[in-house]
Structures are given as structure tokens and as C-alpha cells.
């Protein structure tokens, strides 16, 4: 499984735009890139998952770089509750998910 | 969405007691389901895969005579955890690959905080 690496932690002014990145310089061909996000001592939430073309969803888009060596999840408006921690993934479909370290994601006012 | 239910949300015990800890998928089947620790401030660590009908997979470890896995039926997955010290404390989360999903998409439970005095 490719290892992704991903700022430890990003701040966002509420209703702008949050762009997180992650690096998986070593993704082979089948890995799909997932995002999940972890809000305060809740279980994780799905948010988007993408192989080669960018990706879109009621929750967030997801920029995949032509070469596929990182990404970006992208929060069009960000509120106070998407503060989360948000997981960038690199894994075969179908396998259990590994958890990096993740973007601790801080919204404020 | 699919849901998936983890029952108790919080348990504290004593230590030397054994606390299980059930996994169901609501509106779902699932083959497979995970089970993952949290430790506060870090990452979700994989403990095990669980099976449906088989034995659980359990990663480099995670003692499997320590934290026992039961999945019987295709919507319930249960962890018990054995002779539990407060080094166990922690937040156990699950989660449910439905069969019919979309690949990769897994459900998470709400997790469980377990507590040993």
C-alpha cells in the first residue's frame, strides 16, 4: 500500500475554501485515493474516493494530479463543523484502509 | 446511507474484568468488518479483519487470545476484550465493507471508549 503523506494540520477561514493535500508519490497503478474525515470521538466518515480523473460529490471535489503522485480534497465553503481530522488514503479497492497520521482541519470564525 | 452501530458508546471497568463490545450493520450485510484502536491524539490502528463464518485476521501484535473476534452472522461482528487492564483503555471503532458497495467505501461505527480503572 502507498504511503501518503499529509500536512499535520491546517487552518481555514469559515465559508472559504479548504484545500488539503496529500503526497503518494509511490501509488501504483490500482490504488484509489480515499478521504475520510474524523470529527472529535466520532468514527471516521467517508468523503471521496478517486483513481485517475478528478472526482466530485455533495461533500467535497477531489484534484488528482495527471501523474498521480498527490491530490487534493477541496471543502468549497467551509464550516465550523467540517473541523475534523482528514485522512488521505492510498489503497487497492476492497482492502481494509491503513490510517496515516492526517490533516488536523481547524474552521474558525 | 448505510449504518453501522457499535454498542456500549462508553464502558468503564475494572481491571481484570472482560468487556465485549458488538458491531452490527443495520441496513446492510457485511462480509468483512475491521476493527480498529484509537489512542488519544493518534491514528486508528487496524487490530484485525473479521470473516463471516471464519477466523479473524489479526495484525502483528494484537494478541488474539487478548482481544477476541466473533463474527457470526453477516451483520454482527463482536470484540471482547479479555482480562482488561488500563492499558487497554482506549477508543475501539469498527467498520462494515458492504458487498454491494461502492469499492473502498467502508461504514464506521460510532466507536466504543473503553475505559479500566
Known amino acids: 500500500d502507498a504511503k501518503t503523506t499529509q500536512p499535520p494540520s491546517m487552518d481555514c477561514a469559515e465559508g472559504r475554501a479548504a484545500n488539503l493535500p496529500c503526497n503518494h508519490s509511490?501509488?501504483?497503478?490500482?490504488?484509489?485515493v480515499y478521504w475520510y474525515r474524523q470529527i472529535h470521538s466520532q468514527g471516521p466518515q467517508y468523503i471521496i474516493h478517486?483513481?485517475?480523473n478528478n472526482e466530485t460529490n455533495e461533500m467535497a471535489s477531489l484534484i488528482i494530479t495527471e501523474d498521480r503522485k498527490s491530490s487534493t480534497l477541496i471543502l468549497p465553503h467551509a464550516t465550523l463543523r467540517d473541523t475534523a481530522v482528514y485522512y488521505c488514503?492510498?489503497?487497492?479497492?476492497?482492502?481494509?484502509?491503513?490510517f496515516g497520521g492526517g490533516t488536523r482541519l481547524m474552521v474558525k470564525p | 446511507g448505510a449504518v453501522v452501530s457499535q454498542h456500549p458508546s462508553w464502558v468503564i471497568c475494572k481491571s481484570g474484568t472482560s468487556v465485549k463490545i458488538e458491531c452490527r450493520s443495520l441496513?446492510?450485510?457485511?462480509?468483512?468488518m475491521f476493527w480498529y484502536r484509537q489512542f488519544p491524539k493518534q491514528s486508528l490502528m487496524l487490530m484485525a479483519t473479521?470473516?463471516?463464518?471464519?477466523?479473524?485476521?489479526?495484525e502483528q501484535g494484537v494478541e488474539k487470545d487478548k482481544f477476541l473476534i466473533n463474527h457470526a452472522s453477516l451483520t454482527l461482528s463482536t470484540l471482547t476484550v479479555t482480562s482488561a487492564h488500563p492499558e487497554d483503555s482506549s477508543f475501539y471503532i469498527c467498520?462494515?465493507?458492504?458487498?454491494?458497495?461502492?469499492?473502498?467505501?467502508?461504514?464506521f461505527g460510532e466507536g466504543s471508549r473503553l475505559t479500566v480503572l
Open positions: 467498520s462494515a465493507d458492504r458487498t454491494s458497495g461502492k469499492a473502498g467505501e467502508l461504514f
Open positions: 509511490t501509488i501504483s497503478g490500482n490504488e484509489y
Open positions: 478517486g483513481l485517475k
Open positions: 488514503i492510498a489503497q487497492n479497492a476492497g482492502n481494509m484502509l491503513t
Open positions: 441496513d446492510f450485510q457485511a462480509t468483512t
Open positions: 473479521s470473516n463471516e463464518g471464519s477466523k479473524a485476521t489479526y
